[in-house]
């Protein structure tokens, strides 16, 4: 991106990406959460409420939300009382590879790793890995930096107004529970977005994300504080701030992608309003997760979650 955003373009191209839109149907902790157990081979109601602590009434909706986008399947497994499991489809299936780099994310940044499954193995070349960001096209690992975007609004895709969508407070005491959860709900997530798309002064991102200054002042607060903003005097005009991503804020960019992809194939069958092209083959870019040991792009029944003992 140029120096000085397009604010509008960027502002109509947020507001009608898949990203955003899949965001405020999968963007909350729980949702993310139940799925991550989903993974680890969770199925039952009281198994996925003991995991994750998670209140019965919330779990309840998750998990029929999840059903009604054909992310998850009941399966009665008990009759009297009846009881259902619940198993992941295609489309719940299809979120492997960015449910994978949030565990990755977590495993480099976030603050509750002792939860997590302790490493991955990659069974089919046998090998301990990390999860990495690859081009479908040509195979090689990118980061951000490899890409270009360009914005085309999508007039099929609706506005997002900004208004209606569901804010998780954040308060101090949050820090501590919500860890994965605070760093990748939805407006973190739009704000980093935000930043990739050159935005990095206050008034640019409340601009293009529609969010009122005192809701951004608070976010971005937070953000700093949690290290996924760096915040810096502005060296054209020292009376500004200019708002930076950091390695844990660039970090969660492969989640980003991956799940703006998953809701253009899965869910709206749409392209994206932003869409990415790799610099070195020119190609489009569409985003696969490979072994860092061996490049082959993973799937589900290939990974075994290890649970021993954390080093
Ligand atoms: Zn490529
Ligand atoms: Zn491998």
Redesign the pocket.
């Known amino acids: 991106m140029s120096e000085t955003p397009d604010l509008d373009l960027v502002r109509d191209a947020l507001s009608t990406s898949t990203l955003s839109h899949a965001l405020k149907l999968i963007g909350d902790r729980w949702t993310m959460q139940i799925l991550m157990a989903a993974f680890l081979g969770v199925k039952r109601f009281d198994d996925f409420q003991t995991r994750l602590a998670i209140p019965r009434r919330t779990l309840s909706d998750r998990l029929k939300a999840m059903v009604q986008m054909d992310m998850l399947r009941p399966r009665l497994y008990q009759e009297r009382p009846e009881r259902y499991g619940y198993h992941l489809t295609a489309k719940g299936m299809a979120l492997y590879e960015a449910t994978l780099m949030t565990w990755d994310w977590e495993h480099r940044f976030g603050e509750n790793r002792i939860e997590l499954p302790a490493r991955l193995v990659h069974k089919t070349c046998g090998h301990a890995f990390l999860p990495q960001l690859a ?1 479908e ?2 195979g ?1 690992s ?1 980061t951000m930096r490899d890409l270009t975007m360009t914005l085309r609004p999508n007039p099929r895709l609706p506005h997002d107004t900004g208004g209606a969508m569901r804010t998780p407070k954040v308060t101090v005491s949050d820090g501590a529970m919500s860890h994965l959860a605070l760093r990748m709900d939805r407006w973190t997530l739009m704000i980093v977005s935000a930043a990739v798309l050159g935005c990095r002064h206050f008034d640019q991102i409340a601009h293009v994300l529609r969010i009122s200054p005192p809701l951004l002042s608070r976010r971005l607060a937070a953000m700093v504080d949690a290290g996924l903003l760096s915040v810096a005097p502005d060296r054209e005009d020292r009376r500004r701030r200019v708002y930076l991503l950091t390695p844990s804020s660039r970090a969660l960019f492969p989640y980003i992608v991956l799940v703006s992809t998953w809701a253009s194939e899965h869910h709206f069958h749409e392209p994206s309003s932003i869409r990415p092209r ?1 610099k ?2 020119g ?1 489009p ?1 569409l985003p696969r997760a490979t072994c860092g040991h061996c490049h082959e792009r993973l799937r589900a029944w290939d990974v075994r979650f290890d649970t021993g003992e954390a080093a």
């Open positions: 081009c096209s040509c090689e990118v790799h070195a083959c190609k870019f």
